[in-house]
T-cell receptor
Framework: QQPVQSPQAVILREGEDAVINCSSS?????VHWYRQKHGEAPVFLMI?????EQKGHDKISASFNEKKQQSSLYLTASQLSYSGTYFC??????????FGTGTSLTVIP | DAGITQSPRYKITETGRQVTLMCHQT?????MFWYRQDLGHGLRLIYY???????DKGEVPDGYVVSRSKTENFPLTLESATRSQTSVYFC????????????FGPGTRLTVT
């Protein structure tokens, strides 16, 4: 029940926007977003707990469509520091947790 | 040091040997997790623990054993290592349930020859 992320990779110029999608075949209770820099551990970005919930900090925000079992991560006016691999993670009402396969994001000057 | 630590950070072992990866957290978080990360598969849950003496299988538990006698420690043992277990292993913890933010350790890169 690993969620599917799209696109698998994206290259942006500084200042451009990007959207990363995460979809699941199972009903979702929560969606997490993490970013991982090369050679480092994943770092938490945000959690969305309710269908329709949107969250954001700085220029990174996310939405969660419970009915469609989808979440999207929005990065606006991208900065070089946004480069990394983004993972969504999903849980149902139990304790099982599944990460997506990741989206590699590269921001170039 | 406060936080979540893993040891060793790098390990090379031979096929058939037993190897134990250690995970220690100082927050007294209830939940702890073991993930493996492989190219093309992202992070996959091996085992998790809701509290001391309570463990359960994740997505890919075969070939692994865990125990949790103390809240702060969650070791992962490969009873007879195989080449397919070559991977980067991450330990993580969360305060209440997997629904809460997970904090990751720095990872252990394991190579089985």
């Amino acid at each position: 029940q690993q969620p599917v992320q799209s696109p698998q990779a994206v290259i942006l110029r500084e200042g451009e926007d990007a959207v990363i999608n995460c979809s699941s075949s199972k009903a979702l209770y929560s969606v997490h977003w993490y970013r991982q820099k090369h050679g480092e551990a994943p770092v938490f970005l945000m959690i969305l707990l309710k269908g329709g919930e949107q969250k954001g900090h700085d220029k990174i925000s996310a939405s969660f469509n419970e009915k469609k079992q989808q979440s999207s991560l929005y990065l606006t006016a991208s900065q070089l520091s946004y480069s990394g691999t983004y993972f969504c993670g999903t849980s149902d009402t139990g304790n099982q947790f599944y990460f997506g396969t990741g989206t590699s994001l590269t921001v170039i000057p | 040091d406060a936080g979540i630590t893993q040891s060793p950070r790098y390990k090379i072992t031979e096929t058939g040997r037993q190897v134990t990866l250690m995970c220690h957290q100082t927050w007294s978080h209830s939940y702890m997790f073991w993930y493996r990360q492989d190219l093309g598969h992202g992070l996959r849950l091996i085992y998790y623990s809701a509290a001391a003496d309570i463990t359960d299988k994740g997505e890919v538990p075969d070939g692994y054993v865990v125990s949790r006698s103390k809240t702060e420690n969650f070791p992962l043992t490969l009873e007879s290592a195989t080449r397919s277990q070559t991977s980067v292993y991450f330990c993580a913890s969360s305060e209440y349930t997997p629904t809460y933010e997970q904090y990751f350790g720095p990872g252990t890169r394991l190579t089985v020859t």
